[in-house]
């Protein structure tokens, strides 16, 4: 092991805890320009429920267009507060994820004393991450969620009362901040209950040390689980139902999306392979926890998103196992020759990681990512301009009706009941983007049906726009518009009996 003396420990955290954070700091400049334009779904759901409007996406329709409940609470008290929201979201995203990388460092601190160079090795590993940062900037849940599955892993050890209580706070907290919280909470009772009864045979004992993990489940997240299913009319968020089929292409898809994330990880997974074999029996339930998660991605497809935003929770836990690998092998290398080639194996794993961010397909798709920056604009442009009654379909359902404030009909379903209901989901296309039904679309009669993403197309990319288009019915109602708003051209289709939005629109391209 390498052993310093406690000054040189104080000098060594001073000297690079301050690189760490300005590495992570770094990396979350450089994906500055990307602000993913589902965050916006949540603002609308929380500035609806602020302004009294309920806790819905258009006003009326009791439809669970989230799975981040925690989150939409925590953006509501922004619109509360008076604060710049989108602002405030992207803080708490980057907030929550230098909360993780705190808890990774105080907990590997307080476990190995003795390895203080690895901890700082592995902290600043975990904070150049690529996908870590660009999940910390996107103003989603995901650091949220990351941050409390991870304290509520370490926190668990079921031996001891309080222990499993707070472990279940954690792990209810991100039950309402993702769904999937529910994994970790199956997984722990359950080993806790099998764990106890083996070490005591006392069945009792056992179902005593399960319900004190259990009981924040009990008492907080059951009714609030009664309370929504009231609400809205169904076990599951409407997302699920919009995203998520039986079909074996939907599972060959998370089996390749998974795949794809081992490949590009495999200089840190394979080591941290070997660092819970060397410590299988004290960190089992970390084992379970990444096995299980990871099947529930496999069995949900995967994710649309850049950046592996559902196997973003496991990062700490993969770092951890890291941290294992390289403390065995260091106490068990004899040779200083040897041991010399750890520090280069090292370097090379973060000069391999920090690389990705200029040279991964997706990292690239993220930098040049303007949906949000167009929406805001064309949203904006809508609100000022057209009447306050004009109703949108479109497939970006973010920022174009969080700042137009338009009643908005979600063409890929995520917000739109009927269409998460009564539509198959194949499995084979984009996750998320299977979904679309130009008949019904045209039944709800829009005033503006946008193709493609918010700045719109004359031409269809997704199902619902293909449905439309090959409709005779859309072309016999709908005229084709193409509005320069500032240096952003948008297309969009406009109904034609609608006069008055005719009007507005011939009267706005005369001016030009």
Not at 231 to 251: E, R
Not at 430 to 440: K, T
Not at 468 to 474: D, H, I, K, R
Request: proline fraction near 4%; aromatic fraction near 20%.
């Amino acid at each position: 092991m390498i052993e310093l003396s406690h000054r040189s420990k104080q000098i060594l955290f001073l000297c690079c805890v301050p690189i760490v954070i300005g590495v992570f700091c770094a990396l979350v400049y450089q994906f500055r320009s990307w602000y993913l334009d589902d965050a916006f779904i949540s603002m609308r759901y929380a500035r609806n429920v602020v302004e009294g409007k309920g806790l819905v996406f258009n006003v009326g329709e009791h439809v669970e267009g989230y799975t981040n409940f925690a989150w939409v609470m925590l953006l509501a008290m922004g619109f509360i507060a008076q604060l710049n929201v989108p602002f405030f979201a992207r803080a708490a995203s980057i907030f929550f994820a230098v909360l993780t990388l705190f808890g990774v460092f105080m907990y590997l601190r307080a476990k190995y004393r003795r390895n203080p160079v690895f901890l700082l090795i592995i902290l600043l590993l975990l904070a150049s991450n690529g996908d870590f940062a660009a999940w910390s900037n996107s103003a989603m849940e995901t650091m949220m969620f990351t941050c409390f599955l991870f304290f509520g892993a370490i926190t668990f050890d079921c031996r001891s009362y309080k222990p499993l209580f707070l472990s279940g706070f954690l792990l209810t907290m991100a039950m309402f901040a993702r769904p999937e919280g529910c994994i970790p909470v199956v997984l722990f009772s359950a080993f806790t209950a099998v764990s106890s009864f083996i070490r005591t045979k006392n069945y009792r004992y056992s179902l005593l040390h399960a319900g004190s993990f259990l009981l924040p489940v009990l008492l907080l997240y059951a009714p609030y689980f009664f309370i929504r299913y009231n609400y809205y009319g169904y076990l599951f968020p409407n997302t699920f139902y919009a995203k998520v089929g039986n079909s074996i292409l939907q599972v060959m898809r998370g089996i390749r999306y998974t795949a794809n994330f081992i490949f590009d990880y495999v200089f840190l997974i394979v080591p941290a392979c070997f660092g819970y074999i060397f410590f299988f029996k004290r960190y089992f339930h970390f084992v379970l926890l990444i096995l299980f998660y990871m099947g529930y991605v496999v069995y949900v497809g995967g994710d649309p998103f850049p950046a592996y935003r559902f196997l973003i929770p496991l990062s700490p836990f993969i770092y951890i196992g890291y941290f294992f690998f390289i403390c065995k092998i260091y106490s068990r290398l004899k040779l200083h020759a040897v041991r010399r080639l750890l520090p280069v194996c090292i370097g090379i794993t973060f000069v391999v990681q920090v690389m990705q961010v200029w040279y991964r397909h997706d990292f690239l798709r993220l930098y040049a990512d303007d949906v949000t920056r167009v929406g805001r604009k064309i949203g904006m442009w809508i609100k000022e301009y057209l009447p306050s009654d004009t109703v949108i379909a479109l497939n970006a359902v973010g920022a174009v009706p969080y700042y137009s404030r338009l009643k908005t009909i979600d063409m890929l379903g995520l917000t739109d009941e009927y269409l998460a209901h009564n539509n198959s989901k194949k499995g084979g296309g984009l996750a998320g983007h299977e979904l679309g039904d130009g008949s019904y679309v045209l039944s709800r009669q829009p005033d503006i049906i946008v193709f493609s993403g918010p700045w719109g197309h004359e031409l269809p990319l997704f199902k619902g726009d293909y449905d439309l288009y090959a409709n005779p019915l859309f072309f016999e109602k709908y005229l084709f518009y193409t509005l320069p708003i500032q240096d952003i051209i948008f297309c969009c289709y406009v109904r034609k009996d609608n006069r008055y939005l005719v009007a507005v629109l011939d009267d706005f391209l005369s001016r030009l």
